[in-house]
């Protein structure tokens, strides 16, 4: 059974940096892209940047390009959200997913397994 799990949050002061980790277990997923989402208190989650299957393609949504940069690889089962400069709109519950890309070069179309999500917090 596919699990996947995220660690690495906290409380940070805005300026700050976290890395988040997503490590996957139980089926092998070397066609899947990696997506990461937030949900901030009493929004909904939103987000969506993603890795390829392959790595090799990346998507950042506007408001994190520049500051969070993803990697890891599937060799690993393991993959990383490095959070720079971050703000206090940042907080929030990160949630890493799963979601079936064959091509390599682009993000799943949909996710299919979610993690539990591990909390941010930025705040002086």
């Not at 490590?23 to 993603?50: H, M, N």
Request: charged share 15%; hydrophobic share 25%; glycine share 16%.
């Amino acid at each position: 059974q596919l699990q996947l799990v995220e660690s690495g949050g906290g409380l940070v002061q805005p300026g700050g940096s976290l890395r988040l980790s997503c490590t996957y277990s139980g089926v092998p997923l070397d066609y899947y892209g990696i997506g990461w989402f937030r949900q901030a208190p009493g929004k909904e989650r939103e987000g969506g940047s993603c890795v390829s299957s392959s790595g090799g393609y990346t998507n950042y949504t506007n408001s994190v390009k520049g500051r969070f940069t993803m990697s890891g690889n599937h060799a690993e089962m393991t993959f990383y959200l490095q959070m720079n400069s971050l703000r206090d709109e940042n907080t929030g519950v990160y949630s890493c997913a799963a979601g079936y890309e064959v091509t390599g070069q682009g993000c799943p179309p949909e996710y299919h397994a979610w993690g539990q999500g591990t909390q941010v917090t930025v705040s002086s």
